[in-house]
Each structure stands twice: as structure tokens, then as C-alpha cells.
């Protein structure tokens, strides 16, 4: 699986950025999909997933109410929505996905259980 994520950049607090990953190479509907993050000399951290269908999505507590996962499966695409966006959000932002056939359950937080990585997109938020 090939992800490429896009649509990061300098933003001033408050505002609002949608990211989109891109997915090819497996089929795109046997994947749960995921938005991790990682701001300088930090752990990689999980900040949303949603299952195969973008019937369930998951958020970070430190996220939830300003970021929303959807998925395009038409388009093999998902994409992160953030709003009110605050100097502490500024990181590389990385989709990931994971094969579900036999893994029951929701997606993990861990990213050492994710299966394939995107190159990262940086957001910038200045104060």
C-alpha cells in the first residue's frame, strides 16, 4: 500500500486545514485508516482512525471536537478536518493504514500496530 498525504502548511491559530491521504496498491475498503501526528523531539502520537467503512471514527481526547476523520472509499482517499487550530497542533502529520481481515476491534493508538505509513505532511500554526 502506497499512502500520499497532502495539504499541510502554515496556518495562523484559529484556522481551520484539511489534510488528504491518498491510497493505492490494496484494496481500499479492507483498510481502517488513521492520522497520527509528531511535533519536534515527540513521541509519534494517534490522533484519529475510522474503520474500513467510515462507519466508526476515534479521536484523542486532545483532539475530539476539533478534528474529524471521513473517508472517500470511491476516491481510495481519507481526509482529516482541523479546526480552531492551536500553536500546540503544529507537527508532521502522518496517515496510516491497517489490513482489518482478522483483526477485530477498534483501530489501535499504538502506531507500532499499523501497517502502512505516508510520508508525513508539516503544519505550521503560528500565535
Known amino acids: 500500500v502506497q499512502l500520499q498525504a497532502s495539504g499541510g502548511g502554515l496556518v495562523q491559530a484559529g484556522g481551520s486545514l484539511r489534510l488528504s491521504c491518498a491510497a493505492s496498491g490494496r484494496t481500499f475498503y479492507s483498510l481502517a485508516m488513521g492520522w497520527f501526528r509528531q511535533a519536534p523531539g515527540k513521541d509519534r502520537e494517534f490522533t484519529t482512525a475510522?474503520?474500513?467503512?467510515?462507519?466508526?471514527?476515534y479521536y484523542a481526547d486532545s483532539v475530539k471536537g476539533r478534528f474529524t476523520i471521513s473517508r472517500d472509499n470511491a476516491k481510495n482517499t481519507v481526509y482529516l478536518d482541523i479546526t480552531n487550530l492551536r500553536p500546540e497542533d503544529t507537527a508532521v502529520y502522518y496517515c496510516?493504514?491497517?489490513?482489518?481481515?482478522?483483526?477485530?476491534?477498534?483501530?489501535?493508538?499504538?502506531?507500532?500496530?499499523?501497517?502502512?505509513w505516508g510520508q508525513g505532511t508539516l503544519v505550521t500554526v503560528s500565535s
Open positions: 475510522t474503520t474500513y467503512n467510515g462507519g466508526t471514527s
Open positions: 496510516a493504514a491497517r489490513i482489518t481481515g482478522g483483526r477485530p476491534g477498534a483501530p489501535p493508538h499504538d502506531p507500532n500496530e499499523w501497517d502502512y
